[in-house]
């Protein structure tokens, strides 16, 4: 054996779990096919919210998991990336949303006065708002601190790492629906337009989730991220000009400002999405390698990353 356990994916999940076995223990090495930084959880908008995600019993326990886990490293927002900024979800009611409302403090119904672009209803809370590029860097030199590695490596199936480790962990996102041989895996597209913050301060977000559109400003340091898409089944990474315009006049129906600001880049994702919800469970690979799975995040991997990392570390086995 040349390894100890072997975790495919190096995005927010493959990071979070690498870190919780290494950390414990473990020797840990990721392979992933971009650099952390370059993965679809860079591209993620990075506000903690459950969205797009099943199941709702156990997304309330991994969300609220990871926000506690989020609320020590806004401590050091500096180093970790990670801020707790409040901010406006818009015509939504307390009452409609999970159980896991019940663990964040702090939230209620929006005041009039809190409600920009002429909304009427809302929900205001104070969450993790996290700058992902800047956070997947961070996650990278803590597992490295704590004897990890990250390996840029394409795997080719998840045999292949078996035969240089005792345990696998697919964290692979959608790359799980080749690797996992898991065709209900589909990818949901999401587009967002990054510009000069005008002076935003506060996050708000419109989201409908039967809808391909949404609308959301995210303040991050730097730059503000507009937003958005939510396209099934789409599989294009190219930015759309038509769809660029669309977010950003969206966005300044909430914020004229936002309408001049100068745009600095274009971004595409595609979120993981699986009809089942989130799989994390374990099966033994042929030669009787343990194989845990930890994918189908849809659109929350940043909120459940945590929850998630540890209940997928709990199921590696000692050997």
């Known amino acids: 054996m040349s390894g100890d356990v072997i975790v495919v994916g190096g995005g927010v999940s493959g990071l979070a779990t690498a870190v919780t076995l290494a950390e414990r223990g473990r020797g840990v090495r990721v392979w992933t ?32 998991e990871t926000l506690r886990v989020y609320e020590e490293f806004a401590l050091r927002p500096g ?53 992902m590029p800047a956070h997947l860097g961070w996650l990278r030199r803590r ?17 292949e790492a078996a035969l240089r480790a005792r345990a696998v962990v697919n964290c692979a996102g959608l790359g799980a629906r080749e690797l996992a041989k898991d065709t209900g895996l589909r990818p949901v597209r999401g587009q967002l337009v990054v510009v000069e913050n005008p002076g935003v301060r506060e996050w708000f977000v419109l989201a409908d989730g039967a809808s391909a559109r949404t609308t959301y400003l995210l303040p991050q340091p730097g730059r503000l991220i507009l937003g958005g898409t939510a396209e099934e089944d789409e599989w294009g990474t190219e930015p759309a000009a038509g769809e660029a315009e669309a977010i950003v006049a969206r966005c300044a129906r909430v914020r004229p ?62 050997i």
């Open 257 to 318: 400002e936002v309408a001049t600001a100068r745009v600095l880049a274009h971004r595409v994702g595609l979120r993981p999405a699986r009809p089942a919800g989130v799989r994390i469970e374990r099966e033994s690979l042929p030669g009787g390698v343990p194989l845990i799975h930890n994918y189908g995040h849809g659109g929350a991997g940043v909120t459940v990353a945590w929850g998630c990392a540890r209940a997928a570390a709990d199921l590696v086995p000692e």
């Open 143 to 159: 597992l490295e601190a704590a004897g990890g590695s990250v390996e840029r490596r394409t795997a080719r199936s998840l045999a």
């Open 33 to 64: 096919r971009e650099e952390p930084e370059l993965t679809t959880s860079s591209v993620a908008g990075g506000l903690w919210w459950p969205y797009r995600i099943e199941p709702k019993e156990q997304v309330a326990d991994w969300s609220a």
């Open 79 to 131: 180093e970790t990336g990670v801020r707790l900024v409040a901010g406006v979800m818009a015509e939504q009611k307390v009452s409609a949303l999970g159980p896991w409302s019940s663990r964040v403090a702090g939230l209620r119904p929006a005041r009039p006065g809190e409600l920009p672009g002429g909304h009427t209803e809302g929900v205001r809370a104070r969450v993790p708002l996290v700058d």
